[in-house]
């Protein structure tokens, strides 16, 4: 598991609480577009509970239960798009990040883009070995209309299309770890006396 805090760091850590995480900015609302286009949204259920699993993993007691229960309610989808879009907003600019989810607003864009994620899920799923990634990547742009190729090689030439490929194993990888994040800041935000606050609706 990527998770550095373990079980025991939770427990303990009213002992010495560093101050819980500032909340970000408000991201821009360009931000917020791809955050949806790339479908971000749909990590977070995924990455809540591999975490909470995680952290039952160490055969807790019932209090220890209790705590990493609160942290599952305090977890939420909203705070997660927040620091991704933020953390988005930090790699483009305002006219970059509105020729992106211009292109990804296309039929052509949003296409590529799952194709692009098919391809990843079969990787991970090792029905796809190294060596064919390259062909089967080919033979999709080869089955394009001769249009969405263009459309296709025009974005990809642009600046703004660079730093779309540049940066989505990065923004994805960042998605990864905002959980983490956010259930550390929550943690420390229960050790100062927080933890007799009602959770936030979900």
Known sequence: MRWLVPLLLCLHVAAAAPAAAPQPDAPPVE??????????????????AAYLAFMRGNNPT??????????????????????????????????????INGYLATAIGR?????????????????????????????????????????????????AGRKYWQNLALIDGYAGNVV?????????DLSRGADARPAPAR
């Open 180 to 188: 983490p994040a956010l259930a550390t800041a929550i943690i420390s």
């Open 62 to 99: 019932a209090g220890e239960n209790s705590l990493i229960s609160v942290i599952g309610d305090r977890l939420l989808v909203s705070d997660f798009e927040t620091h991704l879009a933020t953390f988005i907003a930090t790699r483009f600019t305002r006219e970059e990040l509105e020729a």
């Open 31 to 48: 931000a917020r577009q791809l955050y949806r286009h790339l479908e971000l949204d749909q990590r977070f259920p995924r990455e809540r």
């Open 111 to 159: 296409r590529e883009y799952q194709h692009m994620r098919a391809l990843e899920r079969d990787i991970a799923a090792g029905t796809l070995a190294p060596a064919d990634i390259d062909g089967r990547r080919n033979a999709f742009y080869d089955a394009l209309p001769p249009a969405d190729r263009a459309a296709s090689l025009a974005f990809s030439a642009t600046d």
